[in-house]
């Protein structure tokens, strides 16, 4: 069975960073696409990044595009969401989420496994 366990989320000043962790255990995951989500209070849960755990390519929402940096630690089964110049309309509940395919999807129908969230909020 696999699980995901984020960690890492808190209370950050605009302009501030922070570093989620996203364990991931119960399977190999070199064939797979791992992907962030977001979901903010009374919106939909939207796309973030994703990397393919293999070969380490990655794609990113437009939004965060130049500030987050998705990466992944494959001896530690351990992908990361560098957040850098938060700003408070990124204050959500992030998602880890995994995709049995190695293709960089960025629906959330196309992941098959997620994790529990862990909250960040951007103070202005």
């Known amino acids: 069975q696999v699980q995901l366990v984020e960690s890492g989320g808190g209370l950050v000043q605009a302009g501030g960073s922070l570093k989620l962790s996203c364990g991931a255990s119960?399977?190999?995951?070199?064939?797979?696409?791992m992907g962030w989500f977001r979901q903010a209070p009374g919106k939909e849960r939207e796309f973030v990044a994703a990397i393919n755990w293999n070969d380490g390519r990655t794609r990113y929402a437009d939004s965060v595009m130049g500030r987050f940096t998705i990466s992944r630690d494959n001896a530690k089964n351990t992908v990361y969401l560098q957040m850098n110049s938060l700003m408070p309309e990124d204050t959500a509940v992030y998602y880890c989420?995994?995709?049995?395919?190695?293709?960089?999807?960025?629906?959330?129908?196309?992941?098959?496994?997620w994790g529990q969230g862990t909250q960040v909020t951007v103070s202005s």
């Open positions: 119960g399977h190999t995951f070199s064939s797979y696409c």
């Open positions: 989420a995994a995709r049995i395919s190695d293709d960089l999807a960025v629906l959330t129908r196309e992941y098959h496994y």
